[in-house]
C-alpha cells in the first residue's frame, strides 16, 4: 500500500461509517414528519434537523472528494462535449441563479468539440466555480462561462460580478477549508473544500487553475486542460 492509499483509507472509513448514524437520524426524522400532524413550532425544528443532515451529507461527499483527489485511482477518461457539459451544469444551478436572479451567460469557441477527460470530475469543476459564482454575486449580477483553444489545451473562464476576494486572500483561496472572512461574515453557506477540491482534480488532469479579483468588482477563475490526457498526474 503507499503512502496516499493509507493516509486516505482513514477518511475513507470517516466518510463511511459516518453514513450509519445519519442514515439512522434521517430514518427517525422521516417517521416524526409521518405520525404527524406536526404544530407550526415542530415542523420548524423538523425542517432545521433536515437542512443540517443535508449539510452534513454534503460535507461527506466533499470528505471523500479529498480522499479521491489525493488516492492514486485513476482518472476514467472519455470524449465529452464542452458546450453540452457547461448546459447541464447551468441547467442544475438555474434555480440558485433565478433566486439571485443572476443572468448566467456562455461564450465557448466554436473549434472546440469534445475533450478527453474523467466527465463526472470536470462537470464538478464547472458546477463549483459556477455555483460560488452565483453564490458570491450581487442581486441581479452576471456570469459568463467561457472556452478558448491554445495549441494544446483548452482554457476555460468563470466570471463573476460579486463581492470579489481580497488581494491577501487570493493566494489561500485553494487551502483546504479556507473561506475568506466576507462570505463568513455574511453567512454564506460553504465548507472551504470545494476549491480544494477543484484544484485537485484539474491538477490530475495535468492543467493548472488560477484567480484574478478586484473587491466589490469581481472575480475570474481560469483553467486549463491538456487537449490530451495521457497519464495521471496523481499525487504519486
Ligand atoms: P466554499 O464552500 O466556502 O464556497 P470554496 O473552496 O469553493 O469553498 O471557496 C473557498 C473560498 O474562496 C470561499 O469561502 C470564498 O471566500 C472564496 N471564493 C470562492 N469563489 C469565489 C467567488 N467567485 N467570489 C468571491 N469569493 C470566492
Not at 191 to 219: C, D, F, K, M
Request: net charge negative; with cysteine; hydrophobic share 40%.
Amino acid at each position: 500500500m503507499t503512502k496516499s492509499d493509507s493516509s486516505n483509507e482513514w477518511l475513507d472509513t470517516v466518510a463511511h461509517d459516518l453514513r450509519t448514524p445519519i442514515n439512522l437520524v434521517s430514518g427517525c426524522l422521516d417517521v416524526i414528519q409521518n405520525v404527524g400532524p406536526l404544530n407550526e413550532k415542530q415542523t420548524h425544528y423538523l425542517n432545521r434537523a433536515f437542512a443540517g443532515l443535508k449539510r452534513m451529507e454534503h460535507l461527506i461527499a466533499r470528505l471523500k472528494d479529498i480522499s479521491w483527489v489525493d488516492s492514486s485511482v485513476p482518472l476514467e477518461l472519455s470524449e465529452i462535449n464542452l458546450s453540452d457539459m457547461v448546459a447541464e451544469a447551468i441547467d442544475l444551478l438555474l434555480e440558485a441563479a433565478e433566486q439571485k436572479e443572476v443572468n448566467v451567460r456562455t461564450n465557448i469557441a466554436s473549434d472546440i468539440t469534445t475533450i478527453h477527460v474523467d466527465a463526472a470530475r470536470i462537470v464538478q469543476v464547472i458546477d463549483n466555480l459556477l455555483s460560488n459564482a452565483i453564490k458570491y454575486n450581487r442581486q441581479g449580477g452576471t456570469v459568463v462561462i467561457g472556452a478558448t483553444k491554445d495549441t494544446d489545451s483548452v482554457r476555460v473562464m468563470v466570471q463573476d460580478t460579486g463581492m470579489g476576494i481580497a488581494a491577501d486572500d487570493q493566494p489561500h483561496v485553494f487551502d483546504r477549508f479556507f473561506r475568506a472572512p466576507e462570505g463568513v461574515r455574511l453567512k454564506i453557506e460553504g465548507s472551504g473544500l470545494g476549491l480544494a477540491i477543484t484544484q485537485g482534480i484539474i491538477q490530475r488532469h495535468g492543467g493548472n487553475i488560477w484567480v484574478e479579483s478586484e473587491p466589490n468588482v469581481g472575480s475570474t477563475f481560469y483553467f486549463t486542460l491538456p487537449l490530451v490526457v495521457n497519464s495521471d498526474h496523481s499525487t504519486e
